[in-house]
């Protein structure tokens, strides 16, 4: 780092540096006229490898930018296959790769934008036993993955690699960005040490997200990525962007290094990669309460014969009206505790969202609040229904 | 004197939907609990059992982390901004069973 000011040298080396073409001095002609950039920035853009975790909302204006921007090297991390929901925010993937694998789609893209670039696939999903394999090969790490044992998967490879973590994350309608750098900066266990409880907050597939938002928060990272690279730029290292799309307004606050951090720390307890399930919470275990479930069909086939059931409907308001369970009660999740006395205990409960995951917290917090009464859980949810039910209902 | 308290998207479920709070405070503690005792529903996902804190749950005064202030005993001045920033995936919560 330069003195005094946060300034960030370039990561690229003087000696990976190769001449342009003149294709290439045509292509980037507004990159060489600022003279921060220059054609020594290009140059270093064209030797730099940057690894693209994931291929959805924040991937796909990260690819589609430094594949613009003529990144020589973009690596892209993804297991999945585009579905219609998808197609919202992810403008990388188009209509007619529904069902194709994320990384051929977003491979086919890239190419088509800007052929210079050397695309590697990884058509896999990061885990412990390939991470830093796969990292070490490159010198920035751009996160766009939608998920927390991922991130801390993530953040942790580059701390044990020395590599940047060019951050971005959003839910329904606020981002956030930082650029997590083990050793000039805090990293992303320093802000956050432990995830929430699954769960706890509602994922987009649940919670929903605006589409052009994780355009904007994306495009923020590539912005931060270019500048790592080129070098001379005042980083994000350090600093956290909070974005509110619904308000249009940013707002910035300081992070520091946590000398207690348990990866970039003083006495740092992690070493390698562990297992980001089991850290995460995601793997059962014995003390939390595990509750019975039962299926639409189960479901449909009770009430056919006519038996008592309360129906409770734990999700939104705005989702109701997507689309309404017959005959339910709603009870959304944060009033449950407290609308205890509206339930029968010797009456069999079948608790309701979109996918059967939220609900479990509903239960929870009547069991937690003391209810006494059989709960049990809509496997798949609303979504089972509309599947397996009533197939004139819609899936969301 | 009052603090405006920000309540982010992700714990609005339990707020009513409510985004800003102007709470009468002296620390940030009492902020928050005033949050908690306004709306039981979401103490349990700002505490642990034990009390503290938890640990995807950052709380900002203007742009500064009370981490790096004394915590939740950080005196708070009237007019000041305390931000409760969680941590969010941006996806997919996924139980992987
Ligand atoms: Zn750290």
Redesign the interface.
């Known amino acids: 780092m330069d003195g005094g000011d946060d300034y960030m040298n370039s990561i690229i080396t003087d000696d990976r540096l190769t001449e342009l073409s003149n294709d290439e001095i045509a292509r980037y002609s507004r990159h060489l006229l600022l003279p921060d950039i220059g054609v020594e920035g290009q140059k270093r853009l064209k030797a730099a490898k940057v690894l693209l975790v994931g291929t959805?909302?924040?991937g796909a204006p990260l690819a589609l930018y430094l594949a613009a921007a003529g990144v020589g090297t973009l690596g892209i991390v993804d297991f999945d296959v585009v579905e219609a929901s998808n197609l919202q925010r992810q403008i990388i993937h188009s209509t007619r790769d529904i069902d194709r694998p994320k990384v051929a789609s977003a491979r086919d893209k890239i190419k088509g934008l800007n052929p210079n670039v050397n695309v590697v696939v990884y058509d896999t999903t990061l885990t412990s036993a390939n991470a830093l394999d796969i990292i070490r090969d490159y010198d920035i790490v751009a996160d766009?993955?939608?998920?927390?044992q991922t991130?801390y998967l993530v953040n942790d490879a580059c701390v044990l690699l020395g590599k940047p973590n060019v951050y971005?994350?959003?839910?329904?309608?606020?981002g956030?960005a930082s650029v997590f750098y083990a050793g000039a900066g805090p990293c992303y266990r320093c802000?956050?040490?432990?995830?929430?409880p699954?769960?706890?907050?509602?994922?987009?597939?649940e919670?929903g997200?605006m589409g052009v938002l994780?355009g904007i928060v994306g495009t923020i990272q590539a912005a931060e990525v270019i500048k790592l690279i080129v070098g001379g730029a005042d980083s994000l290292i350090g600093r956290?962007l909070?974005f509110d799309a619904w308000g249009m307004k940013f707002?910035?606050?300081?992070?520091?290094h946590?000398s207690n951090c348990p990866i970039c720390g003083d006495n740092p307890t992690i070493h390698e990669l562990i297992d980001y399930?089991q850290f995460c919470g995601?793997k059962?275990t014995h003390e939390e309460k595990k509750f019975d479930t039962i299926t639409a069909l189960e479901l449909k086939a009770r009430l056919d014969a006519g038996e008592p059931i309360q129906l409770i409907d734990t999700r939104?308001p705005h989702e109701r009206a997507i689309v309404k369970f017959p005959n339910a009660v709603a009870i959304?999740?944060?009033?449950?505790?407290?609308r205890i006395d509206e339930l029968d205990p010797n009456i069999d409960a079948v608790f309701i969202c979109k996918i059967g995951?939220r609900s479990v917290f509903a239960m929870r917090?009547l069991d937690?609040a003391g209810y006494t009464g059989r709960m049990l859980n809509l496997q798949d949810g609303v979504n089972a229904w509309a599947r397996d039910v009533d197939k004139s209902l819609p899936t969301y | 004197m009052a603090v405006t308290l920000l309540v982010?998207?992700?714990l609005r479920?339990?707020t009513?939907g409510k985004k800003e709070l102007e709470i009468a405070a002296t620390t940030v503690g009492e902020a928050v609990t005033a949050l908690a005792d306004t709306y039981?529903?979401i103490k349990?996902?700002l505490y642990e059992d034990s009390g503290e804190l938890?640990?995807?749950i950052?709380i900002?005064v203007g742009?500064?982390?009370i981490?790096?202030t004394g915590g939740l005993g950080t005196a708070v001045r009237d007019g000041d901004t305390v931000?409760l920033?969680?941590?969010?995936?941006?996806?997919?919560?996924?139980?992987?069973?």
């Open positions: 959805g909302g924040l766009g993955t939608d998920n927390y991130r971005g994350s959003v839910f329904q309608f606020e956030q802000l956050y040490p432990a995830p929430p699954p769960g706890l907050v509602p994922s987009c597939s919670g997200v994780p956290l909070l707002r910035e606050l300081k992070l520091e946590d399930e995601l059962k939104e959304p999740i944060g009033q449950a505790a407290r995951q917090a937690e | 982010p998207t992700a479920t339990f009513d039981p529903d349990k996902h938890r640990s995807f950052n900002f742009e500064t982390n981490k790096s931000m920033v969680p941590a969010i995936a941006g996806g997919a919560l996924t139980v992987n069973n």
